[in-house]
């Protein structure tokens, strides 16, 4: 069964807002990931934020993180039509523990 | 160029044959996984390997079996293809089995008929 959740399931703006996707998970983590995911292509990976943290910034992207909550969440400012894509966290509980995905938030950005 | 890179993208098959993915990765990394996603999305581990030996083996029927030959390669052979199997398979590199992102290759879409 999945470890992670992630709301919404689907998310839809206009050009120029600003995007959140939360990520939910149940156990202890040892850091948080989150990876895109264009149509049809491989997942790459956006930011990775340890557990000691609570918040990262890269570029138009901003992660947090609440360890109390075990939740996350992802902020999009100013979108683009080019950010049309599946948003997955992923999360490692502890050392060779492989990566837990969410089910994935499907943001569309419209012109 | 490519990082990680999987073939064949796109592989139709009949229910029973035996069929094989492969996965090459030129980033120097030492662990190598195979995910499969499903239909909804979800995205599920398969194997992981790190320098040539099997870390992690989910509920995965042995049908399914890696191969490593090296630490820069990771194949997924699969026999006796059932309809179940049809999904999207994803092969990703990192390095370490700790604090890093993994890079995934483009996927290779199976269907099974």
């Known amino acids: 069964s999945q470890q992670g959740e992630e709301d919404p399931q689907a998310l839809s703006i206009q050009e120029g807002e600003n995007a959140t996707m939360n990520c939910s998970y149940k156990t202890s983590i040892n850091n948080l990931q989150w990876y895109r995911q264009n149509s049809g292509r491989g997942l790459v990976h956006l930011i990775l934020?340890?557990?000691?943290?609570r918040e990262k910034h890269s570029g138009r992207l901003r992660v947090t993180l609440d360890t109390s909550k075990k939740s996350s969440s992802l902020l999009i400012t100013a979108s683009r039509a080019a950010d049309t894509a599946s948003y997955f966290c992923a999360f490692r509980r502890d050392y060779g523990q492989n990566f837990v995905f969410g089910p994935g938030t499907r943001l569309s950005v419209l012109p | 160029d490519t990082a990680v890179s999987q073939t064949p993208k796109y592989l139709v098959t009949q229910m029973g044959n035996d069929k094989s993915i492969k996965c090459e990765q030129n980033l120097g990394h030492d662990t190598m996984y195979w995910y499969k996603q499903d239909s909804k999305k979800f995205l599920k581990i398969m194997f992981s390997y790190n320098n040539k030996e099997l870390i992690i083996n989910e509920t995965v029927p042995n049908r399914f079996s890696p191969k490593s030959p090296d630490k820069a390669h990771l194949n997924l052979h699969i026999n006796s293809l059932e309809l179940g199997d049809s999904a999207v398979y994803f092969c990703?590199?990192?390095?370490?089995?700790?604090?890093?992102?993994?890079?995934f290759g483009q996927g290779t879409r199976l269907t099974v008929v």
């Open positions: 990703a590199s990192g390095l370490g089995l700790r604090n890093t992102e993994a890079f």
């Open positions: 934020i340890r557990s000691n943290e």
